[in-house]
């Protein structure tokens, strides 16, 4: 007897409630039209593809544009050229009519060779529609299909694809780093068989690029590509990578290069790139690239901080060069005529103009900062007189030191108008004696921190020129044309070849300035060392004269007095100095002594310090009357002799039977001895004394 069912067990059904069935209603059996075409349009595209119509459509289409331009054979554009160099020749009727006369030849020509092409076209295009006719009519279906895969396949054959897959595109680089800038030229896009040309005949930056790659290939320098191509008023400039190595390859291949584009000498001025290491910036100078430099900026006296950066020169690329003298120390290497003087001046035009330091002129040879000198707090030419300068500032430093806590300055002096800096430009280094090189070996050790600061100038950066290996121990530093041994020596061994070239540049002659004043910097205050050449601003001597006028009516900037006090307290350095007798013997070594300020001041024949006063003496009366003949004759400056004759005419009872020698004698312990005044009429360079400098005195 069969056991029944319990309620609780669920009634099992194969199929599901009719409430559980999902309804849909107003559906189509069939596809919507809008999908319907769009599985037909993308299955026919499908098909096509796989039958190659793109391809032969595309072939068909450059088989008509190569027709087309056989057709034309560059007839038109000729004819166009003739129109364009009629209309030039304007004016010119012999030239205008032998135009004309080729004119028309090239239009009988063109009629000719349209003529001859299209009977030869229609000639060719009836034999190949014959024979298809008579096979389509005569032959069987297999014979017309074969016909219609081959003019397909002939199709297909010349639109084909011939680009190759971008290095972008193989490596799935986004679209955007795939733009190129202009110019930009690779070795793929090298014409077939194209050759070397001089960069002149280059009008397009495209074009540009393209000589400056096909020159590098000719000289197997491993350029691979060439971008951002610009034309400058000088030439053209572009970036440049190479392949393999370094872009040293492209400064031993200099010269080459320059024969390749007809460049002059050192045409070709290749920078290194520091923060790409394959890369370098190529210039290709044509004319001069400092011609459209800006000039020296006018600076008011008083007006800038020593720690202010100032502009002293151009780039070659147009940046300017800004310098900040506040702790560092310089050396300035540049040959005779490689323009040492114009590097100091600018310089030195700098650090008169501050508020917050003295400048010092220090030159065992030559002029030194020449028409600078009446802002120059002390002018020194004498051995004894540099040595006594640099012993007093190498004190100075000492004590210096000793004073910054007290101060609250911290680990370094902290210039001010009440606590000036110093910085003292030597130049003509070579020619001092061995204690001044000593001194100021010892002063570029330890006067940073103290804002003592040194600026050596030399004609050359060896030990032969230094007397020690310190050119790459000091912190800034400028090389002007010079020697390669020079470069090496101030730059580092592998200077050369990382592309520092100041040995290429040319010192001046008296009739051609050439690269005088050019240099190469390293060190400077805020910018990278990248070896480019850079142009230091000149300035014509007279302004130089007038804003040193300008800067000492001012008033001059003194040391601090805690300085000169702390100076007191500091140990001599064991120094001695070498004493000889009239024979030439060697005498015992006598120390070598400190001066005050003041009796610096005198020993140099600078302007006494503020606050002393002419003794009422004949030397005041003499300074006084000197002043106003000067100021009669409107005049700021008079030679010796002259000045003398002035004042016997101001006062002949008092200067009527004084001598010049007399007269200079009488202002020295003053005013110094008569000074280099700069061109005076015929005379270049005479002597005498300056308004400016008299009347400080009063």
């Not at 297909?156 to 780093?177: I, K, Q, W, Y």
Request: aromatic share 6%; charged share 25%.
């Amino acid at each position: 007897m069969a056991t029944p069912l319990t309620d609780e067990r669920p009634t099992l059904l194969l199929v599901p409630p009719p409430a559980k069935t999902a309804v849909f209603k107003d559906e189509s059996a069939t596809r919507k039209p809008a999908a319907s075409v769009r599985s037909i349009a993308q299955t026919t595209n499908r098909i096509a593809h796989l039958a190659l119509l793109p391809h032969t459509l595309r072939g068909y289409r450059q088989l008509g544009r190569r027709w087309l331009t056989r057709f034309h054979d560059d007839y038109p554009q000729m004819i166009a050229s003739a129109d364009i160099a009629i209309r030039e020749a304007a004016g010119d009727v012999t030239l205008e009519a032998r135009l004309k006369d080729r004119r028309s030849e090239l239009r009988a020509e063109y009629r000719r060779h349209r003529l001859t092409f299209t009977g030869k076209t229609a000639g060719v295009a009836s034999a190949v529609a014959g024979g298809v006719t008579f096979g389509a009519a005569t032959g069987s279906l297999w014979l017309d299909l074969i016909a219609g895969i081959g003019a397909m396949g002939l199709g297909a054959f010349h639109g084909r694809d011939r680009s190759e897959p971008t290095v972008e595109s193989a490596l799935g680089l986004p679209a955007e780093d795939a733009v190129r800038t202009r110019g930009a030229v690779t070795l793929t896009d090298l014409p077939e068989g194209a050759k070397p040309f001089p960069i002149r005949r280059a009008e397009m930056p495209e074009q540009a690029a393209v000589c400056v790659l096909l020159a590098m290939v000719a000289e197997n320098v491993p350029v691979v590509e060439v971008w951002d191509m610009e034309r400058q008023p000088w030439g053209w400039q572009c970036k440049v990578r190479v392949g393999e190595n370094t872009p040293e390859a492209i400064i031993a291949k200099a010269g080459g290069l320059e024969t390749r584009f007809d460049l002059p000498t050192n045409g070709v001025r290749p920078q290194p790139m520091v923060e790409r290491r394959a890369c370098a910036i190529l210039r290709l100078v044509e004319g001069n690239p400092f011609a459209t430099a800006p000039g020296m900026p006018y600076r008011a006296p008083k007006s800038m901080s020593i720690t202010d950066r100032f502009r002293i020169g151009t780039s070659v690329g147009g940046d300017p060069l800004e310098v900040s003298l506040a702790g560092v120390m310089g050396l300035w290497v540049a040959a005779s005529g490689g323009g040492k003087t114009g590097i100091l001046q600018a310089l030195a035009e700098g650090t008169t103009a501050c508020r917050d330091n003295i400048t010092i002129d220090l030159d065992p040879h030559g002029d030194g900062l020449e028409d600078l000198g009446d802002c120059v707090r002390v002018t020194a030419r004498s051995n004894e007189q540099i040595e006594a300068v640099l012993l007093f500032f190498l004190v100075m430093s000492k004590a210096r030191a000793r004073l910054r806590k007290k101060l609250g300055m911290g680990k370094k002096w902290i210039a001010s108008p009440e606590h000036p800096a110093v910085t003292i430009f030597f130049d003509e280094f070579p020619k001092a004696s061995e204690l001044a090189k000593k001194l100021a070996f010892d002063l570029l050790l330890v006067g940073r921190k103290e804002l003592i600061e040194v600026e050596i100038a030399s004609q050359g950066g060896t030990k032969l020129y230094l007397g020690e290996n310190i050119a790459q121990m000091i912190a800034m530093k400028g090389v002007g044309p010079c020697k390669v041994g020079d470069t090496r020596a101030v730059f580092g061994d592998d200077s050369v070849r990382e592309g520092w070239l100041p040995h290429k540049l040319s010192p001046a002659t008296d009739t051609d300035p050439k690269d005088a004043g050019h240099i190469f910097i390293q060190g400077v205050p805020g910018m990278a060392d990248e070896p480019i050449e850079y142009a230091v601003h000149e300035t014509q001597s007279e302004t130089l004269r007038k804003l040193a006028a300008e800067r000492l009516e001012a008033g001059l900037v003194e040391p601090d007095q805690a300085s000169l006090d702390g100076m007191r307290s500091v140990d001599l350095p064991e120094y001695v100095e070498a004493e000889y007798d009239k024979d030439g013997d060697l005498k015992k070594p006598a120390p070598v002594e400190l001066l005050t300020w003041e009796q610096l001041l005198k020993l140099c024949d600078a302007i006494p310090a503020s606050g002393a006063e002419l003794d009422a003496s004949p030397a005041r009366t003499l300074v006084e009357d000197a002043v106003a003949v000067m100021e009669k004759a409107r005049v700021d400056r008079m030679k010796t002799e002259t000045l003398l004759l002035a004042l016997r005419d101001f006062d002949p009872t008092a200067y009527g039977e004084m001598t010049v020698e007399e007269m200079r004698a009488l202002l020295k312990p003053v005013a110094g001895e008569p000074v280099t005044l700069g061109p005076i009429g015929i005379e270049k360079n005479p002597r005498g004394y300056k308004l400016a400098k008299l009347t400080a005195l009063l």
